[in-house]
């Protein structure tokens, strides 16, 4: 049996740990040829070793995302390597651990936006930036990762609220801008188990998401999400973006966000947060 990405070759940054890599695996599964660009080399390592017979497919790249020329030079790698790039998904990122208005001060707030910002929107800025030429040729597609957050308060702090906020808005503008050679849509994931990190400005570099997963305790039969509790494996999150890669499974869908979020639309309700407290 042939997968959906059979010949495609994607660059994913931020593919070394968690949701890219779950979905980097998935593309490999489904026959594409992937890019990993990732700034943990200790992770590509990683990812390398444990691709047994499919290394082949697999090109790692050492990037930071804040910086053009890394990403200028991961997609040369892409095209060198692979001969072509059908596929970018810009999703590294780092959180700000709900850190709260209430609960920053100024020049930690001014240097934590900066961080964070360069990071989860600048770095998915400048993947398309390198990126859109080579994708032209193909008239390949873009799939970036948001997250409930793109659409909802409290899966986040303010910082990361709007962060992912502003890539639901870069989904619709290039989706504008680049039709109608490139399509460019994305997933709006919910909570998952990863390594996911948070700003170094605010001490938060060697803190993981899987941590606070860990602590908290399962819900049981009354899950915090309609369909389940929060802590989701990545793999789970991976098939939206399988089908927004796939040319031809989804040419005529542009500016569109799947949400793959347990069902927080459909869960009605909940009390305010601020409260008697502030
Ligand atoms: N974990 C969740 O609950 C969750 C939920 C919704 C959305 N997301 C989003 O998923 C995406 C991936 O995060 P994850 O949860 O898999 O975390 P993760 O930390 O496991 O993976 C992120 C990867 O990005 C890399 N990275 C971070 N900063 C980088 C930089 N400046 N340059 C290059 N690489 C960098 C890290 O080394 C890491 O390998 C992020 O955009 C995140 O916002 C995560």
């Not at 790692?60 to 059908?86: C, I, N, P, W, Y």
């Not at 910002?117 to 930036?129: D, Q, T």
């Amino acid at each position: 049996m042939t997968g959906w990405l059979e010949g495609n070759v994607a660059l994913i940054t931020g593919g070394g740990s968690g949701l890219g890599r779950a979905v980097a695996e998935r593309f490999l599964d489904e026959g594409a040829s992937v890019v990993v660009a990732d700034r943990d080399p200790a992770k590509l390592s990683e990812l390398v070793e444990s691709a047994g017979g499919r290394a082949d497919r697999i090109h790692t790249v050492e990037a930071d995302v804040r910086s053009t020329a890394d990403q200028h030079r991961a997609v040369s790698e892409a095209v060198a390597r692979f001969g072509k790039l059908d596929t970018l998904v810009p999703n590294a990122g780092i959180w700000d651990y709900q850190r709260s208005i209430t609960r920053l001060d100024g020049e930690s707030l001014s240097a934590a936006f900066d961080e964070l910002f360069a990071i989860n929107v600048k770095g998915y800025l400048l993947a398309v930036e390198a990126a859109w030429r080579e994708l032209v040729k193909t008239r390949g597609s873009i799939v970036m990762t948001l997250s409930n957050s793109a659409f909802y308060p409290n899966g986040g702090g303010p910082l990361y609220t709007a962060s992912k906020h502003a890539c639901r808005g870069l989904v619709l503008e290039l989706a504008y801008e680049l039709a109608p050679k490139v399509r460019v849509n994305g997933v709006a994931a919910g909570g998952m188990r990863t390594d996911l990190r948070g700003p170094e400005s605010m001490g938060m570099a060697d803190r993981s998401i899987e941590t606070s997963f860990a602590r908290s305790a399962t819900t049981g039969d009354n899950p915090l999400l309609p369909l389940h509790d929060a802590s989701v494996d990545p793999a789970d999150f991976t098939a939206p973006y399988v089908l927004l890669a796939s040319s031809a499974n989804s040419s005529n869908i542009t500016g569109a966000i799947i949400p793959v979020d347990g069902g927080i639309a459909a869960r009605g309700f909940r009390t305010a947060a601020g409260g008697d407290d502030l």
